[in-house]
């Protein structure tokens, strides 16, 4: 799919096999990885909505679309991240910062948590 990143890495982790990718979440990864240099690992992308129940994930998690990452960076702690990714997407994108982990979403909207 990408030298970077392979289709296994988004794909729903109770295997059913559901891992799309938006053309627009994998430029924002590949940026990610090439800013910073380092490995861009994927904690959860696709969620089935039977995974994204057992996983008490919201009702209309972006992860469900397939638009959706909680990425870590080798050796880049979150705040690194997030910082980032707020001051390149200003305007766009749902970025979520969380203790272990960055969220990365291109819904066509603007939210921050
Ligand atoms: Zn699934």
Known sequence: MHKYFKKQEFACRCGCGQSDVADELL????????????????????????????????????????????????GVSPVEVHKYLTEKYPHSYGIGKYNTFTHIDVRDYKARW
Not at 34 to 56: D, Y
């Open 27 to 74: 430029t924002v990864l590949v940026d990610v990885r090439e800013h910073f240099g380092k490995p861009v690992i994927i904690n959860s992308a696709n969620r089935c909505p039977t995974h994204n129940k057992n996983v008490g994930g919201a009702k209309n998690s972006m992860h469900l679309k397939g638009i959706a990452a909680d990425i870590r960076v080798s």
